[in-house]
């Protein structure tokens, strides 16, 4: 079976600063990984994914994302954080050998951009 | 393109009562898509359906939730009688056939209920 964790529900940062979200999977195949972004009142949108080939993935708004397998992660970074980017940010897995996949998502993490 | 649009935005209703859902994925999309999120939680697949057929289905709670999805477009999810622990948002997704596996979800602005 395969699982995501999120580490930290809440996550605040300056405005320009650093943004890292963390996520470690769980999966006994090579998973398909993704961040999704929820913006207030508004529907998950794909930030990101990861399915095969380079490791490091570039999505929308800045921000990028590396498979590492041997730390069994996916964390999402972003150099400078912007006012916009606060949202609530879910990590997914899925498994690409499965006809019946279905995506797992994890549980959220809440980011706060403090002026 | 218009989005996946999903009605009411908000519902409140008494326990059991019943209540129902409705979305409209993107035009062209196979794929439908009913998620159950909880406050603070990630969302968790009801059922898929590709086209008219529910094809996962093992997490809809048959007792008192049952979606259609007549002539493979429209979609609804239904719940009767509801209950307390029902309150959340259901968001409804929609993908083209081939991108199922893939991650790549259309998701609705998501119907909240609250049930009192």
């Known amino acids: 079976a395969q699982s995501v964790t999120q580490l930290g529900s809440h996550v605040s940062v300056s405005e320009g600063a650093l943004v890292l979200l963390r996520c470690n999977y769980s999966?006994?195949?090579?998973?398909?990984l993704f961040w999704y972004v929820q913006y207030p009142n508004q529907g998950l949108q794909l930030l990101l994914k990861?399915?095969?080939?380079?490791?490091l993935v570039k999505g929308i708004n800045g921000f990028e994302a590396e498979f590492k397998k041997s730390e069994t992660s996916f964390h999402l970074t972003k150099p400078s954080a912007h006012m916009s980017d606060a949202a609530e940010y879910f990590c997914?897995?899925?498994?690409?050998?499965?006809?019946?996949?279905?995506?797992?998502f994890g549980s959220g993490t809440r980011l706060s951009i403090r002026p | 393109e218009a989005g996946v649009v999903q009605s009411p935005r908000y519902k409140i209703i008494e326990k059991k009562q019943p209540v129902a859902f409705w979305c409209n994925p993107i035009?062209?999309?196979?794929?439908l898509y009913w998620y159950l999120q909880n406050l603070g939680q990630g969302p968790e697949l009801l059922i898929r359906?590709?086209?008219?057929?529910?094809?996962?289905d093992s997490q809809l709670p048959k007792d008192r939730f049952s979606a259609e999805r007549l002539k493979g477009v429209d979609s609804t999810l239904k719940i009767q009688p509801a209950e307390l622990g029902d309150s959340a948002v259901y968001l409804c997704?929609?993908?083209?056939?081939?991108?199922?596996?893939?991650?790549?979800?259309?998701f609705g602005e998501g119907s909240r209920l609250t049930v009192l």
């Open positions: 997704a929609s993908s083209p056939r081939d991108n199922y596996n893939t991650g790549e979800l259309f």
């Open positions: 999966s006994s195949v090579p998973p398909y």
């Open positions: 990861y399915t095969t080939g380079a490791t």
């Open positions: 997914a897995v899925s498994d690409p050998n499965s006809s019946a996949s279905k995506i797992i």
């Open positions: 035009s062209g999309h196979n794929t």
């Open positions: 359906y590709e086209n008219e057929e529910a094809v996962d």
